[in-house]
């Protein structure tokens, strides 16, 4: 957890705000306390989404949704605002860390674990669909690992993004490493079965210590989900079943997550394991299981570079998989990616990565590296100190937001009114 900078509120709603927990694309996390002491997750909403109504319209209708979700393998909706100022969303904090930081730092599962991880997963999804919702963005980060298995958050915001008319302006939903072809082309469409597909990427990045489509930047992440398939190296063959099944290209090919569960079980308990079957101990690697204890315990992970159980490096350098990806235009998704699109990586700027340079070897040979521009660091305003030395509200480059005028209260604020929905403007306007 981070510490609060003078650009975070202080309360959100009817919560005490502790500190920050993340940062995404659809905006900050907090860690806040209620009155009684319960500890829960806040999610605010990124500015330009709190400005169009048709965003605050869908989502009032997905928390509303979102609040019917019972499943044990989510992470329960508590509360939510969607028409305060800034609007926010708050689940039942759970202590735990992240599949993605699982496998960074304790390497690929084995096939159990991930089967065992899959049938959680699955069960979730059974929960979300079940409400009539689709998560949209499942992924590594956005599933949790505790001592009775996973659980997944952040459903009930991407859906309501998806609906509108920023989705095709440059706010991403999805992220495209995990996405289904069909999100990739349209995300106001899809149907839950894209988030089978979704649940397919997330396994391979579980048992592989990569993501299935690895491209230098978004779009041709996208071009590689829709045009050359999966990247499975290293998978397990006794998990390509499975992975197969899951991340088939047409989503009517694709199982129900009901289907996968009573695949999965003969799997995990044909044996007729003791009462500790279901739990992390049982099938998790010993260092994973640490890290949920150290976790449950308070304890952030040491920053200290990633381990197999062999004790070399877990995952190998290539393909390399960025942190975070700059936001996805779903517009330029059926568009092959352009050297202009693609991240220079050599030292002549503008040629793609793996083109021969045009000066010839020896000039590359002779180059000398690039040097970084200088940054300066923030100048404090007169008698203010250093601790007032907070950069001004901005996007980052993963599409994270500060928040302005933090020193007040998030919620209930200034609210916006029952709207309905704007009129849909014609297919030929949106084109």
């Not at 929960?127 to 949209?136: D, F």
């Not at 509200?393 to 704007?422: F, K, T, W």
Request: charged share 20%; net charge neutral; proline share 12%.
């Amino acid at each position: 957890m981070e510490q609060l900078t003078q650009h975070d509120p202080r309360r959100i709603g009817p919560f005490e705000v502790l500190g920050r927990l993340g940062a995404g694309g659809m905006g900050l996390v907090y860690l806040a306390r209620s009155a009684s002491g319960r500890r829960v997750a806040i999610k605010t909403v990124r500015t330009e989404l709190a400005e169009d109504q048709l965003f605050r319209v869908r989502f009032t209708r997905e928390v509303e949704a979102a609040r019917a979700v019972s499943g044990f393998y989510t992470a329960a909706v508590v509360d939510a605002d969607p028409r305060a100022a800034v609007p926010w969303l708050a689940t039942a904090y759970v202590p735990a860390p992240s599949l993605e930081e699982i496998i960074n730092e304790c390497g690929p599962l084995p096939a159990q674990a991930v089967r065992w991880l899959a049938a959680g997963i699955a069960e979730a999804l059974q929960s979300i669909h079940g409400a009539g919702l689709v998560h949209r963005d499942l992924k590594p980060s956005n599933v949790l690992v505790v001592e009775d298995g996973p659980r997944v958050i952040d459903f009930g915001i991407a859906s309501g993004v998806s609906n509108t008319r920023l989705t095709m302006t440059n706010v991403a939903v999805g992220t495209p490493a995990y996405m289904s072809p069909e999100q990739a082309r349209d995300s106001r469409s899809v149907t839950g079965a894209s988030d089978v597909f979704s649940l397919g990427s997330t396994l391979v990045f579980a048992a592989t210590g990569h993501a299935p489509f690895h491209g230098a930047n978004p779009v041709e992440t996208v071009f590689m989900l829709l045009r050359e398939g999966p990247d499975l190296s290293g998978l397990p063959d006794e998990l390509r079943p499975l992975i197969d099944s899951c991340m088939q290209m047409a989503a009517e090919h694709r199982p129900s997550p009901a289907d996968l569960q009573a695949q999965l079980g003969p799997h995990l308990f044909a044996s007729g394991g003791g009462d500790d079957s279901g739990t992390a101990s049982a099938w998790l690697p010993p260092d994973a299981v640490s890290l949920i204890e150290r976790r449950r315990a308070g304890q952030r992970p040491a920053a200290a570079p990633a381990r197999g159980r062999s004790g070399r490096s877990a995952v190998p350098p290539p393909p390399a998989r960025p942190p975070a990806e700059p936001p996805y235009d779903p517009s330029r998704a059926a568009q092959p990616p352009s050297w202009s699109d693609a991240r220079a990586t050599g030292p002549h700027h503008g040629r793609p990565a793996g083109a021969p340079d045009p000066r010839g070897a020896s000039a590359v040979a002779s180059a000398p590296a690039p040097v970084p521009a200088p940054v300066s660091a923030p100048v404090s305003a007169p008698g203010q100190g250093r601790h007032a030395a907070a950069p001004a509200p901005a996007y980052a480059d993963d599409g994270s937001v500060r928040l302005s005028g933090a020193q007040l209260p998030i919620g209930p604020g200034p609210r916006v009114a029952d709207a309905r929905e704007p009129y849909a403007p014609s297919a030929a306007g949106t084109a």
